[in-house]
Every structure is written in structure tokens, then in C-alpha cells.
């Protein structure tokens, strides 16, 4: 009986599922950004495997079929910056620019820091686009060579890091306008940012969810030119 | 419109992205043509807000949930990122700082000058 639960693709379904519940528990009961639902989801189900001895192969039947969806719920980012194009237009300029150097400063000082750290090159690869949002980034690493996983887990890092201290960079770096804010806390920390930029502002929360689309296009463009 | 034509509608922007990357003679992420080329179906009003809305709202309120099992994956290359631990906390740390810095202050200079303009041609 056991060789049919872990060899249908219901027993990666059904876990993954009960793992991301038990995650928005946690993460509710404490309130704190670093017990990420999705820390605590991928965390469980690794001990589940490590600890009964699952092959990852079992899970990876059903927990394909999830992943696979990572496809429309890039696309449907879409109604995002749709929803926002009055702003968009207003500042397009500024918005663009911004979006620009912050992913070429993004992928300059990951590339640099990999060279100066000797990280090997398939590591580098899947840092790179590790700025932009989870979907996106995976997907950029996946063509050029490197480990989505290692991808997901620097994006959450990333992420975590703008998500707490967004509201302190401001204060060191001495940015006062909204819309530079908003674009800045989108372009280092995408969307677990961008709940932080909400909590700060509308117009910083607006500008921020521009800035996951912008710099997920951007970023994508650029990696073919390395 | 029924949740099932929703779904089509999305499924379907995917499908043809997925050909469009085919096509293309580099490696491009679909789902990134996906978001481009519904957004280009939205803004010439092909397709309207409401024909998406449900799906949209479903899929971006549960974002996090569909990247659980490329999480679980690193239990594959556990050994890889373990032999690189430090750098990768340090460049993932490390870049964020500098990333939002240079954004921040390019917009803030780009519309800094912006409002110079816009006072002088006042006077």
C-alpha cells in the first residue's frame, strides 16, 4: 500500500497543500516576515522526506503538477501593471530608468561578488536574477543553466531582507520621494517587498508591484547578452 | 464568464507563448512572453478585465504556494549550496542595500531635474 500512495502523484498534491496551510498558520500566529509560509511549507515537507525516507522522485510526481502553474501565475502579473497604467504613464520615464539600473546594478554586483567569492559558474547563474520575482527568476535561470531551487531559496532571501529593513534604507539613503521608493523596494525585493511597500504607502505599494513587471522583463532581456 | 473560460483564456496565452519561445532563436522564458503578450491582449482591450479577473485574483492571492516544490528541489543539490553557503547568504544579502540605493537615487535625480524643468519654464 505504501509503494501506491508514494508513487501517486496525490501524495505531493495532498502534502504540499496540508504544508502551505500549516505555513499560514505559523505565519499568522507570530506575525514575523522570517516564518514565510513558504520558508515553513518547503522546511516541513524536506523533513518529511529526510526523516521517513522518501525518495524525492515520489514527491516530485505531484509537486510537478503545482509547479508547472508557475506559468500562468507569471502571466496573469499582467493585470498588475494593466491595473496600474495611469500611474505607469505619468512617471514612465523615471519608472524605466530606475528599473534599469537597478537590475543592471543587480546582475553587475552578483556577477562581480561571484568572480571576487570563486563561486562556481552554475551557483552564479542562479544567483543572477535573484532580484526579481520567483516565477521569473526560475525561469531565467532554467535557460541559462542554473538550479531553480538555489534560485527560489536567494529570491526569498532577497526578499526577506528588503521586506524588513525597506523602511530603513529609506531613513540611510535618505530617499524621500515615493515613487523612487516604491521602484527601489520592487526592484531589490520584488513581491515580499512589495507587501512592505503597501504597509508604507499606496503610491509606494502601487509603484512597487510596476516594478516587479518592469524588472522581471528587463532582467530577462539582459541575461541573453551574457 | 464561467470559471472555465477564465482558465481557457489563460491557459491558452501560455500555450502560445509557449510556441512564440520556440520560435524565437534564443532562450527566452515563455511565462515572461506570457505577461507581455497578455498584457498587449489587455491594453487593446482583446481581452477585458473581468474576462481574467477571478483566475488573476486566485492565482496572484496564492503566488507563494507554487513555488513550495522548487523550494522542496533544493534537497537535490543540498550538497552543491552547502559547499557555497557563505557567499550565497553574502550575495544575497549584500546586493539588496546596494540595488535599492542606485534605483531609489536615479529616480530621485531623474525627477529632481524633472521639477527644475518644469519651474523654469513657468517663469
Redesign the interface.
Known amino acids: 500500500m505504501t509503494d501506491a500512495i508514494l508513487s501517486s502523484p496525490f501524495f505531493?498534491l495532498a502534502v504540499?497543500?496540508l504544508?502551505?496551510c500549516v505555513g499560514l498558520w505559523v505565519q499568522k500566529k507570530t506575525g514575523l516576515v522570517l516564518c514565510?509560509?513558504?520558508?515553513i511549507?518547503?522546511a516541513l515537507?524536506?523533513l518529511l522526506?529526510?526523516v521517513f525516507r522518501i525518495p524525492?522522485s515520489s514527491?516530485?510526481q505531484g509537486?510537478?503538477l503545482?509547479?508547472m502553474?508557475?506559468?500562468?501565475?507569471?502571466?496573469?502579473?499582467?493585470?498588475?501593471?494593466?491595473?496600474q497604467?495611469k500611474l505607469l504613464r505619468e512617471?514612465f520615464?523615471?519608472?524605466v530608468?530606475?528599473?534599469l539600473?537597478?537590475c543592471l546594478?543587480?546582475i553587475g554586483?552578483?556577477l562581480l561578488?561571484?568572480k571576487f567569492?570563486?563561486?562556481?559558474e552554475?551557483?552564479a547563474v542562479s544567483?543572477m536574477p535573484?532580484?526579481v520575482t520567483?516565477?521569473?527568476a526560475?525561469?531565467?535561470a532554467?535557460?541559462?543553466g542554473g538550479?531553480?531551487?538555489?534560485t527560489?531559496?536567494?529570491v526569498?532571501?532577497?526578499g526577506s531582507?528588503?521586506a524588513m529593513?525597506?523602511p530603513l534604507?529609506?531613513k540611510?539613503?535618505r530617499?524621500?520621494?515615493p515613487?523612487?521608493?516604491g521602484?527601489?523596494?520592487g526592484?531589490?525585493?520584488h513581491?515580499l517587498g512589495t507587501t512592505k511597500a503597501l504597509e508604507i504607502g499606496p503610491l509606494q505599494g502601487a509603484m512597487s508591484s510596476i516594478?516587479i513587471?518592469i524588472c522581471?522583463?528587463i532582467t530577462?532581456v539582459l541575461t541573453?547578452f551574457l | 464568464m464561467s470559471i472555465m473560460a477564465e482558465i481557457a483564456i489563460v491557459f491558452g496565452v501560455c500555450l502560445v507563448s509557449e510556441g512564440i519561445a520556440a520560435l524565437l532563436p534564443f532562450t527566452f522564458p515563455a511565462s515572461v512572453i506570457s505577461m507581455i503578450l497578455l498584457l498587449a491582449l489587455l491594453l487593446s482591450g482583446i481581452i477585458k478585465e473581468r474576462h481574467i479577473d477571478r483566475v488573476c485574483r486566485f492565482f496572484v492571492g496564492n503566488m507563494a504556494f507554487f513555488f513550495i516544490p522548487p523550494c522542496v528541489g533544493i534537497i537535490e543539490h543540498a550538497e552543491t549550496l552547502a559547499a557555497c553557503l557563505l557567499p550565497f547568504l553574502v550575495i544575497s544579502i549584500l546586493t539588496t542595500p546596494v540595488i535599492y540605493l542606485v534605483t531609489a537615487w536615479v529616480i530621485q535625480l531623474m525627477m529632481a531635474a524633472r521639477r527644475k524643468k518644469e519651474v523654469s519654464s513657468h517663469d
Open positions: 505531493g504540499t497543500c504544508a502551505w514565510n509560509p513558504l520558508v511549507a518547503a515537507i524536506i522526506l529526510v524525492y514527491y516530485k509537486g510537478d503545482i509547479s502553474m508557475l506559468g500562468p501565475v507569471t502571466a496573469v502579473l499582467a493585470l498588475n501593471i494593466y491595473n497604467r512617471y520615464l523615471p519608472v530608468v530606475g528599473c539600473a537597478g546594478t543587480s554586483s552578483i561578488l561571484c567569492l570563486l563561486v562556481e552554475s551557483i544567483l535573484k532580484s520567483t516565477a521569473i526560475m525561469a531565467v532554467e535557460s541559462q538550479i531553480p531551487g538555489i527560489a531559496a536567494a526569498l532571501v532577497a531582507v528588503g529593513f525597506a534604507f529609506a540611510a539613503f530617499v524621500t520621494n515613487v523612487a521608493e521602484i527601489a523596494i526592484a531589490c525585493s513581491a516594478a513587471c522581471g522583463i530577462s541573453l
